[in-house]
């Protein structure tokens, strides 16, 4: 048990996290396409219009609400996660929401996503925001990551609404 536990520390030590920056694309669609050779089911295609839609974000100014970070291991992208800030006149509130959060098959169970968590939710704490809302994965594995991270709470149900 104690080389288990050393060699997670190593892992988790190991990990760097990183903004998502526009020259840092290569990166991450190298990222997406290991994603899919580990486990192809992912519901958009790397092709030329993607990329050029990811590479327009950067200039665009409506994603200045947006936040991305990366985890990095030796130079190579093993996770990512995104978030956007949600202003409301409701009650005057800011929340955020957790977009995607999302770690090579392979990096798993090694801290990546509880890094990449911990730097999302003191870069919130950092802007005043105090809440993080995601709508959740729904395989065992994710659950129960979800199910995991302190200070949070599993209710409600999500829901999709196409604009057509």
């Known amino acids: ?57 950067f200039e665009d100014s409506s994603f200045d609400d947006s936040i991305s970070l990366l985890a990095y291991k030796n130079g190579t992208v093993i996770g990512r996660i995104d978030a956007s800030i949600i202003s409301s006149r409701f009650d005057g509130s800011k929340k955020a929401y957790l977009d995607w959060i999302c770690v090579i098959k392979s990096a798993r169970h090694q801290g990546a996503a509880q890094r990449l968590l911990e730097s999302l939710r003191q870069m919130l704490k950092d802007r005043h925001i105090d809440t993080l809302i995601a709508l959740t994965a729904a395989n065992d594995e994710a659950q129960r990551f979800y199910k995991s991270i302190p200070d949070s709470v599993m209710r409600d149900v999500g829901i999709w609404i196409s604009i057509k």
């Open 1 to 57: 048990m104690i080389i288990y536990i050393n060699r997670y520390w190593r892992d988790f030590m190991e990990l760097e996290i990183q903004t998502y920056t526009k020259d840092r694309i290569p990166d991450v669609l190298n990222f997406e396409r290991r994603l899919r050779k580990e486990e192809n089911f992912w519901g958009w295609t790397i092709d030329q219009a993607y990329i050029s839609a990811v590479e327009r974000s």
